[in-house]
């Protein structure tokens, strides 16, 4: 299949480089020329302008920062730029209004698009063991299955339209308020005494199990391999767990949603991130106990 793919950044990069493995001609655009050269590393051509990269796509994969740039992409550039029949699916973390106006932009011009962010991080990326949680109709999703499969553990169709950013919303706003709750228990068995290894291997067992202590454990040398054993360098970074945690208190608004330890995490994270931390692991929340 001929896929454009358009953002080649943390995430980007290594999706467009399994795709290429699985067989696809892809065909990339990001603004950095040190992505795009990892990029034609990997196997992708090259385009000098996203116009010039979905010209003959069947498929059209972006992954970009925010809401803005994804509706500018789209309606500057990709619409009217890619063939009649292509299919485009937007895997960035954005506002549900941004994602739902843009796919109805795109029916508008008579194309299929559908909504599918991603969770897994940077080493799923560039493993291709995402989740993705996809909003679209039937059709949509089936045709969507085959261009995302290659860069995925699990596949998942969210629902209708929109579907897609309300389950990824939702599932970092918890993975936040696991993470801290992960953290403040490690300081606490350590500070009350108990080993914090013993306390790992206790609740990882136990009723505390999830995935912030078993697979991700935010304190070094406890646990878990994780970016807090590399001084909390890589993994997903604060800015970007502020940035979705933002989205969900967006979205808890607009429905009129209740979720206060969202509220608190938000507010943590905020606070992390003014002092600045951005860069830092979403894990490194664990420094402030």
């Not at 000098?48 to 789209?74: K, Q």
């Not at 698009?113 to 995402?130: H, K, Y």
């Not at 706003?173 to 914090?196: F, N, Q, S, V, Y």
């Amino acid at each position: 299949m001929k896929i454009a793919f358009i953002g080649l950044g943390n995430m980007g990069g290594g999706m467009a480089a399994n795709l290429v493995k699985d067989g696809h001609a892809v065909t990339a655009f990001d603004l950095s020329p040190e992505a795009t050269g990892k990029a034609a590393e990997q196997g992708c051509s090259i385009s000098a302008t996203v116009s010039e990269a979905v010209a003959d796509a069947e498929a059209v994969v972006t992954m970009l920062p925010n809401g803005a740039i994804v509706r500018s992409v789209y309606t500057a550039e990709v619409f009217g730029s890619a063939p009649k029949g292509a299919l485009f699916l937007d895997c960035s973390t954005i506002d549900l209004a941004t994602a739902r106006e843009v796919v109805e932009l795109a029916q508008a011009a008579g194309y299929e698009m559908v909504d599918a962010p991603v969770s897994g991080g940077i080493a799923a990326a560039n493993g291709g063991t995402l989740t993705f949680m996809v909003g679209g109709s039937e059709t949509a999703f089936e045709r969507a299955r085959a261009v995302l499969e290659p860069m995925a553990k699990a596949v998942i169709h969210a629902g209708e339209t929109g579907a897609g950013q309300v389950a990824k919303m939702c599932n970092n706003m918890l993975l936040a308020i696991h993470m801290i709750g992960t953290c403040e228990a490690l300081a606490l068995a350590e500070k009350a005494g108990l080993d914090p290894q013993t306390f790992y291997e206790i609740s990882s067992k136990a009723t505390g199990y999830c995935w912030s202590l078993n697979d991700y454990t935010p304190m070094p040398g406890v646990g878990a391999t994780s970016p807090a054993d590399n001084g909390y360098a890589g993994g997903f970074a604060s800015a970007l767990m502020l940035k979705d945690l933002r989205l969900a208190m967006a979205g808890a608004e607009t429905s009129g949603a209740a979720v206060p330890m969202g509220e608190h995490a938000t507010r943590i994270y905020e606070a992390f991130v003014e002092a600045g931390n951005g860069g830092k692991d979403f894990g490194a929340i664990f420094t402030t106990l």
